[in-house]
């Protein structure tokens, strides 16, 4: 311990001469002594401070940067009015304590003071991570014992994030791998555990691993559909795929489809399915089940029918027959000169659907009903909910 003793006098020289023949007020000389149960503690453990002194008034400085003895005459330091006094110091470091008694006579006139202080170190072991999460995307992990854990969203790249957190210790040092870590701004790669080292202002550490999950996709859509390149038509949960006449083998087609997430699982009667690989029956109606990556599932209604529409096309009263190439909607025909193109009756056969052939108005008959071709002519082939219409053309060789 250093002390020292000082006395301010104030008594104007007039008024000393005046009193000089009365007597003098004794002073009780004040005395500073104080001790401390420790001289060493961590931050945060209170430190007692026992008074010995004597003295009229005492007041402590307890030598951090909330009271210093430097800065006596501007900081006034803390009433030491019981016999211990208790403090916790928030911050680490070697700090000199200060405790001034202090006397006072001649109405106050004459003031005496003394001055006892010591040393006390204050270390800063805490090493605990008490918050960890991310601020983009903004989420808020756990803490469970030396386990740090945290849920983002599906699709976030795990491999870039950059982690927020606090430790107990605004002293203490957090790193990965030997590289020091700054709150939100130092990235890490995250589809692996990370080990979080905390180091304290003393050294002590204490290691953390830190576990990333995504949380599991919900997307169990089926975005596309096709057969044999034709497109399906999505209404709500039903997908109708109307395929070219002609296509009256239904048992064995194989669809092509994309989901809206790769993690959705596709199958059909528990049949895990290939796009573009996979063979089923659509002769009647089939369910396709999408399970997404959480356990969630979505079912569609797949519908596939054959379009109405002409197989073959011809004028078999003519010597030799005369048949139509058929390339989509359009049925060509090729004819001698000659031939009276104003009065042909076409013979015909369609789809399973058994449609009505109708030029207008006008119910065909196949190898019955006349027509004029001299230019082309619409068919318009109905069943159902379906109507298709066809041209046929004649070209005459000369």
Not at 6 to 30: F, Y
Not at 153 to 182: C, H, I, M, W
Request: charged share 15%.
């Amino acid at each position: 311990m250093t002390k020292y003793r000082s006395i301010r006098a104030t008594i104007p020289l007039l008024t000393i001469l005046i009193l000089s023949g009365c007597g003098k007020e004794d002073i009780i000389q004040p005395e500073s002594c104080f001790s401390a149960d420790v001289s060493e503690a961590n931050v945060g453990e209170p430190v007692t401070f026992t008074n010995c002194g004597e003295g009229m008034a005492f007041s402590i400085w307890t030598g951090d940067s909330f009271h210093s003895f430097s800065n006596y005459g501007t900081d006034g330091g803390v009433p030491f009015e019981d016999e211990t006094f208790s403090y916790a110091y928030p911050e680490p470091g070697e700090f000199t304590v200060a405790v001034v008694a202090t006397s006072y006579g001649n109405s106050g006139s004459e003031v005496y003071e003394d001055v006892d202080s010591m040393q006390i170190l204050i270390t800063d072991a805490r090493a605990e991570m008490t918050e960890f999460g991310f601020r983009s995307p903004k989420v808020i992990g756990t803490v469970k014992g030396r386990t740090l854990t945290a849920e983002v969203p599906y699709g976030t790249n795990l491999a870039t994030l950059k982690a927020t957190f606090k430790t107990s210790s605004k002293f203490a040092v957090v790193s990965v791998d030997g590289v020091e870590q700054r709150s939100g701004k130092t990235a890490n790669d995250f589809t692996v555990p990370v080990e979080f080292v905390v180091t304290a202002q003393t050294g002590d550490t204490a290691r953390y691993m830190a576990y990333v999950f995504s949380i599991p996709d919900t997307a169990k859509q089926i975005t596309e559909f096709s057969i044999n390149n034709t497109p399906g038509v999505f209404s709500g949960e039903q997908i109708s795929v109307t395929l070219p006449a002609g296509t009256s083998d239904l048992t064995n087609l194989k669809a092509k489809f994309e989901t809206s997430s790769d993690k959705a699982e596709v199958t059909v009667d528990g049949t895990v399915q290939i796009s573009g690989s996979t063979a089923n029956d659509f002769t009647a109606p089939v369910t396709y089940t999408v399970t997404a990556e959480d356990g969630s599932v979505q079912t569609y209604t797949v519908i596939v029918v054959e379009e109405v529409g002409f197989l073959s096309f011809g004028f078999e009263q003519l010597v030799p027959p005369v048949y139509a190439t058929i390339s989509g909607y359009e049925l060509n025909l090729k004819v001698l000169e000659g031939t009276p193109v104003s009065t042909l009756s076409a013979t015909f056969t369609t789809t399973s659907h058994n449609p009505v052939v109708k030029i207008g108005s006008v119910v065909q008959v196949s190898g019955v009903t006349v027509n004029d071709f001299s230019s082309p002519v619409t068919y318009t082939l109905e069943a159902g909910d379906q109507s298709v219409d066809y041209t046929v053309s004649l070209t005459v060789i000369k």
